[in-house]
């Protein structure tokens, strides 16, 4: 077993938590207090030789060229070209991913889709130093990094990089406040992410490869003259020390035979351009000389508080998974003013819910925080096992990317965290997308009794609180949905199996998924009689419809359609729970 010395900083009270919580933002981790948190086993993964990975997708989507150039710097696979749309509808390739995105891959007889499930699978089995065998912090670091970007930040890239590409024919009009924007955002995810050369700190992660293809298409000269972004220079910096890094694969982003990234962008300015670029990469410092994370030690089981509220979906994942494994406890945290307050931003620098702190560690992004909370304390919920995990990883990522919108447009508006549609029939059409995605998940993730098989895993508890609000009557009365009978079946199985599924139905204050679906239908029934809202609800409805406006933009569905999912913001548009704003993310608020 592994011991870890947890050195508590100074405790900082929060406003939007009733407790001390412990642990600061990343650069704020010192102390005094010495105690110690014992983890699971931490088995060093072998590297398997001779990998053949299949990866269908296209050069020119930045979402398949993580995975691409990953297989082609380790050796372990090749880019089969893939042209989203008539490529991807074929029998053939719709055995493999029924969703029909790229990229996706084949390794034998694993089929597996979702751009950051895909890395995470190749590292844990060809290039383990990347993600699987590094120690937990940074693990969780690289996760929290991966899902920040690609909750918070994809939209960023549909209107800025995909506008230049011409894959998006509505360029926003207000270009100049938005590349302002853009600029902002890869500041502040430079300043939490990249305080080391590299994500994966001194070395390459899956991370890095996660983001590379993105940074790399910001430094086109385009992206500056069409969209006004200015690339900080601590990203340059990094596309420096990736390039230095990782040289074949990152020669991919340049030369492709015209299908490459770079050359599309030349092509759209009609002639070759020189990088926006600078002549060295990151410098280490005295600050920086040793491994920042290694004094940012986890705590123990009992010392994790997951802060957020049980009304949020997004935040419910991780509070529910915690009270079922007797991980810590919850915090309250309110969307909004609460999770965008100085203190909250110590746990999470971007603020916003759910968030986690544990020990010296603290960190954001909902399904992020499943991973972290599992690896370290219960790891029968996300088994080592390289295709049950990536089952698992697929499931919460298709999840998240591909039909969170659907919750903003039916769920979200039952609850009256968002405006119903003018027209009754657009909430009935949303209500049949809705349960035929729900139905397409199902045939295909719920084979089984859960997701994990016979067992819970944490993409049980990702889902089953969506699930349980679907199959609320408010939202099958107002959304004309017909929830699928193996979706309420899994409902019943999983309030059977968890008995902390009672936080569905009632929580402090009334402020459980049906208690307030059934307070909105009561107040409706009641007209003019009903009384008026008490400031705790009023204070909850303010926040939950902040959350209720972010909405997720699907990996590549504006782009090449390189990815399947379409993310423009987890819980954006919900309760805003979670730190991700993928112009809303299910992955927080």
């Known amino acids: 077993y592994m011991y870890f010395v947890a050195i508590l900083p100074q405790a900082v009270r929060c406003k939007c938590s009733s407790h001390l919580a412990f642990g600061a933002c990343i650069e704020a981790a010192m102390g005094c207090v010495n105690s110690s948190a014992k983890l699971p086993p931490q088995p060093i993964v072998e590297k398997k ?31 089969v070209p893939t042209m989203p749309g008539e490529g991807t509808r074929t029998e053939e390739f719709l055995k493999m991913n029924p969703f029909h995105g790229v990229p996706t891959i084949k390794d034998g007889d694993l089929t597996l889709a979702e751009s950051n499930c895909i890395l995470r699978y190749m590292a844990g089995t ?34 800025t990089i995909y506008v230049a590409m011409g894959f998006v024919a509505d360029a926003p009009k207000d270009k100049e406040d938005v590349g302002k924007k853009v600029t902002e955002n890869l500041q502040k995810f430079a300043e939490v992410f990249l305080k080391e050369k590299f994500i994966g700190g001194s070395k390459l992660s899956i991370a890095d490869y996660k983001v590379a293809p993105f940074c790399f298409a910001y430094a086109h000269p385009a ?47 009609g002639t070759k351009q020189d ?10 410092t005295a600050e920086t000389a040793e491994d920042r994370l290694s004094s940012l030690t986890v705590g123990g089981q009992s010392a994790v508080k997951v802060y957020g509220v049980t009304v949020s979906m997004n935040c419910m994942g991780p509070i529910l998974f915690g009270k079922h494994a007797g991980i810590g406890g919850m915090e309250s945290c ?11 931003k110590k746990i999470n620098p971007f603020g916003g819910v759910p968030a986690i702190s544990d020990g010296n560690w603290n960190m954001g992004e909902s399904n992020a925080i499943l991973r972290h909370m599992a690896r370290c304390y219960a790891e029968d919920y ?27 447009e039916t769920i979200y508006v039952c609850m009256g965290f968002r405006p119903a549609p003018a027209k009754a029939e657009d909430l009935k059409a949303a209500g049949k997308k809705a349960a035929d995605n729900l139905k397409e998940f199902e045939d295909f993730f719920l084979k089984e009794k859960f997701i994990g098989g016979e067992v819970l895993s944490i993409a049980d508890f990702k889902v089953a609180p969506f699930f349980a609000a679907y199959a609320h009557s408010r939202v099958i009365e107002k959304c004309g949905l017909d929830v699928p009978k193996r979706i309420v079946q899994y409902n019943t199985d999983f309030r059977e199996a968890c008995r902390a599924a009672e936080l569905f139905s009632k929580a402090d204050g009334g402020f459980s998924i049906c208690e307030t679906l059934d307070s909105k239908t009561a ?47 987890l819980e954006e548009k919900g309760p805003t729970i979670e730190s991700a704003t993928t112009t809303g993310g299910c992955c927080g608020v």
């Open 223 to 269: 992206i500056k003259k069409m969209c006004h972004v200015e690339v900080p220079e601590r990203i340059l910096q990094f596309n420096f020390d990736f390039a230095e890094t990782c040289k074949q694969g990152a020669l991919l982003l340049s030369r492709a035979d015209g299908n490459s990234i770079k050359e599309l962008l030349d092509a759209k300015m």
């Open 275 to 284: 990088m926006l670029a600078v002549k060295e990469g990151f410098k280490k």
């Open 523 to 569: 107040a409706e029934e009641a007209g003019a009689y009903a009384g008026q809202p008490n400031q705790q609800e009023k204070d909850m409805q303010e926040a939950m419809a902040v959350e209720a406006q972010k909405k997720v933009v699907a990996l590549e569905e504006k782009g090449p359609n390189a990815e399947s999912a379409t993310t423009t913001g």
């Open 334 to 344: 309110m969307p909004g003013e609460q999770s965008q307050s100085e203190e909250h």
């Open 126 to 159: 060809y290039a383990p130093g990347l993600y699987i065998n590094l120690a937990v912090q940074r693990r969780s670091f690289v996760d929290w990094a991966m899902d920040r970007f690609a909750s918070a930040m994809y939209h960023d890239v549909t209107k």
């Open 49 to 79: 030789e001779g990998g053949n990975v299949e990866i269908y997708g296209v050069y020119g989507s930045m979402n398949c060229m993580g995975s691409v150039m990953l297989a082609v710097q380790e050796n372990c696979g090749r880019l």
């Open 382 to 408: 996300y088994p080592r096992e390289p295709k049950r995990r990536a089952h698992i990883d697929w499931a919460i990522d298709r999840f998240s990317f591909g039909m969170y919108n659907d919750v903003t």
